[in-house]
C-alpha cells in the first residue's frame, strides 16, 4: 500500500494541466482470455490511476498488436504504441509462425508508458533562439536551434569520485512541481559516457545541497526523444528475475492458476524540449545576443538530463542528448 500510496500522490502532485504541466503515467496488464483473476487484485488494479486489465487473445497476434496500439493512442500522445527489441511482443508477418507458437504460451504482457509536456517557469522567447554549433562526440559540429535566455537558476559544479568535473543546471517548470536537471563535463574532451557512469543516486542526492542561485546566460538545444525498452531485457539485472521464469514465477496474489508468469514487459517514454516547454512549431529569427558579463551555461555538446520531481525527489524521466538534431527511437 505504501507503494500505491506513493504513485497516487506523485501524480496528482504533477498531474494538474491547469498549472502548466501534463504528466501521464499509464500501465495495462495484458492479460491471455481465459486466466482467471482473484476479485481482490482486480480491485487493487482499478484504485491506481491510469491502470487498466485488458483480455487478449495472445495466439491472435494482429488482433492483440491493434489492441496495444489502441491503448498506446488512448494512453499517449496520439501515437500507436509499438513495442521494439529482441523478444519484440508481437511479431512482423516475416516470422507469423514462429511468433504463433510462442504466443499460444503467452499469458501476461506489462506495458507501461509515460508521457510528459510542461512549461517552463520561465519560457525561452523564440526571438532568442539561434543555429549555433553542436559538437558531437566524434567531434564534428552541427548546426541545431539553441534556445537562450539570461536568467536566476540553480547552478552548482561539481567532481565525480575519479576527480571528473561537471556542472549541473536545475530549469523549474510551472508550478515549480518538476524541474529539468542538466549535467554537462566541464572538460570539453571529456566524453559523456565517463561522467554517466558516475551519476549514481547518491551523487544526484549532492546536488540539492551544491546548487547555488545564479544569474547565468543559459544556452540549451531544443530536443526530442521517444524511447521504447523491452524491460525483459532490463529487469533481470535489476534482480527481477522470478517473475519472467515459469518454473520460479509466483503470482498467486493474481490468479489461482498455476504456471502465471509474465511473458513479456514494454516501457515507453516521450519528451520533448522546446522554448515554451510544450509542443511549438513557430520559426525561428535569427537574432545577434548581447554579451553579458554574466557567466555562461551552453550545452553545446552531449549532454545528460534528469526530469524529477521536486516534493519526492523521484526521477520520471532519464536521458543522454547525443545529437539534438536527431530524435531518439
Not at 117 to 132: E, H, I, M, S
Amino acid at each position: 500500500m505504501q507503494v500505491q500510496d506513493f504513485l497516487l500522490r506523485s501524480q496528482r502532485d504533477v498531474g494538474n494541466s491547469s498549472q502548466g504541466v501534463w504528466l501521464q503515467q499509464a500501465c495495462a496488464l495484458f492479460i491471455q482470455t481465459g486466466v482467471q483473476l482473484l476479485p481482490v487484485f482486480t480491485q487493487h488494479a482499478a484504485a491506481l490511476s491510469n491502470s487498466s486489465l485488458v483480455r487478449a487473445n495472445f495466439s491472435q497476434h494482429n488482433q492483440t498488436r491493434s489492441q496495444l496500439q489502441q491503448w498506446g493512442r488512448n494512453h499517449g500522445t496520439g501515437e500507436p504504441l509499438q513495442s521494439g527489441g529482441s523478444g519484440e511482443l508481437f511479431g512482423s508477418g516475416e516470422a507469423q509462425g514462429e511468433t504463433s507458437l510462442w504466443a499460444k504460451r503467452l499469458q501476461m504482457a506489462l506495458v507501461n508508458t509515460v508521457n510528459f509536456r510542461g512549461v517552463w517557469q520561465k519560457q525561452f522567447l523564440f526571438t532568442d533562439t539561434q543555429n549555433l554549433p553542436f559538437t558531437l562526440s566524434d567531434g564534428s559540429t552541427i548546426k541545431v536551434p539553441m534556445m537562450h535566455q539570461a536568467t536566476e537558476v540553480n547552478f552548482g559544479q561539481f567532481r565525480t569520485l575519479s576527480d571528473q568535473r561537471y556542472t549541473v543546471l536545475e530549469l523549474p517548470y510551472l508550478g515549480r512541481s518538476l524541474s529539468l536537471l542538466v549535467a554537462l563535463p566541464s572538460d570539453r574532451k571529456t566524453p559523456l559516457s565517463s561522467l554517466e557512469s558516475q551519476i549514481t543516486p547518491r551523487a544526484v542526492a549532492t546536488w540539492d545541497t551544491g546548487l547555488r542561485r545564479t544569474k547565468m546566460d543559459v544556452f540549451l538545444p531544443r530536443f526530442k526523444m521517444q524511447s521504447r525498452f523491452n524491460l525483459r531485457l532490463v529487469l533481470p539485472s535489476m534482480g527481477v528475475r522470478d517473475a519472467f521464469n515459469p518454473m520460479a514465477a509466483d503470482f498467486t496474489g493474481i490468479s489461482a492458476e498455476e504456471g502465471l508468469y509474465v511473458s513479456d514487459a514494454f516501457h515507453e517514454a516521450r519528451i520533448e524540449v522546446t522554448e515554451d516547454g510544450t509542443k511549438a512549431a513557430a520559426a525561428t529569427a535569427m537574432v545577434l545576443l548581447k554579451r553579458s558579463r554574466a557567466p555562461v551555461f551552453k550545452a553545446d555538446r552531449p549532454f545528460f538530463f534528469l526530469l524529477r520531481q521536486v516534493s519526492t525527489g523521484s526521477v520520471l524521466f532519464m536521458g543522454r542528448v547525443m545529437n539534438p538534431a536527431e530524435q531518439a527511437p
